[in-house]
């Protein structure tokens, strides 16, 4: 488990995956959101190349997967920042991209990737790789 702000993460179980993330994001999550996620890590990464990912539950309700690897990554993002990230960092940059893009959209879903969106930032802001996740995020 991982506390920070206030926020803290827990892994979800195997158990646990489908029914986290059906009560967040309904179908939305394998249709939408998950296949973003990984689009965002492979831009982001070059050396990126599938694999498992672990799943978070934050405290207040928001959500973040992340490569399970111990694996550096070196990101160019199209904001121009570049360098590495652990693979926790990768999955919570991947994650806000995908929030981001996502809440550009109409309807609920829409307003519930902005809400996940502030949710993990909140989360982020106390993670120890914080500098590197804002450069690329911002």
């Known amino acids: 488990m991982i ?23 309904g179908v939305h999550f ?3 959101l998950e296949r973003t996620i990984y689009g965002m890590a492979d831009r982001l990464a ?17 959500f973040y997967m992340a490569p399970a690897t111990d694996t550096l990554f070196d ?11 652990s693979a926790d960092a990768l999955g919570i940059t991947a994650c806000l991209y995908a929030y981001s893009h ?10 519930t990737c902005a809400r996940h969106y502030y949710l993990l930032r909140d989360f ?14 911002d």
């Open 3 to 25: 506390t920070l702000a206030n926020i803290h993460s827990e892994r979800l179980d195997d158990a646990q995956r489908v029914t986290y993330t059906a009560n967040l994001f």
């Open 46 to 62: 070059p050396a990126y190349n599938g694999g498992y990912w672990h799943f978070y539950g934050l405290s207040k309700g928001g």
């Open 75 to 85: 990101v160019s993002c199209e904001n121009g920042a570049d360098g590495k990230l």
């Open 30 to 32: 394998p249709m939408r």
């Open 102 to 111: 996502l809440s550009f959209g109409e309807g609920e879903f829409a307003q």
């Open 124 to 137: 982020m802001m106390e993670h120890a790789e914080a500098r590197a996740i804002l450069r690329a995020t």
